[in-house]
């Protein structure tokens, strides 16, 4: 009789968010506190593997952009970077 397998351990991912080409970004990330860059250059954030939709808030204005969709892996390093137009960079590291 076999054994069975041992579940692989899942991760949180780290999501280096930069403020990138805009003054001021909120970053918003479905089911994830957003992400205020008013203040700082830059803030990481660990978020559980799966594929998110992302929304910008340009220039501290009223309105959110949809920049698309991220996918993190479990235990992987991103850095997430705001561009214009409103779009996202993201490379894992």
């Not at 080409?21 to 990481?44: A, H, M, N, W």
């Not at 594929?51 to 992987?76: F, P």
Request: proline share 10%; glycine share 6%.
């Amino acid at each position: 009789m076999q054994e069975p397998k041992p579940s692989p351990v899942i991760r949180d991912a780290d999501v280096n968010v930069t403020r990138g080409d805009y003054f001021c970004v909120v970053v918003r990330i479905e089911g994830r506190p957003e992400i205020s860059l008013q203040k700082i250059s830059s803030k990481t954030v660990s978020v559980p593997p799966g594929t998110y939709r992302v929304s910008l808030q340009i220039d501290c204005g009223e309105h959110w952009v949809n920049a698309g969709k991220m996918t993190v892996k479990s235990g992987k390093k991103y850095i997430f970077k705001p561009k214009r137009p409103p779009r996202i960079d993201i490379d894992e590291i």
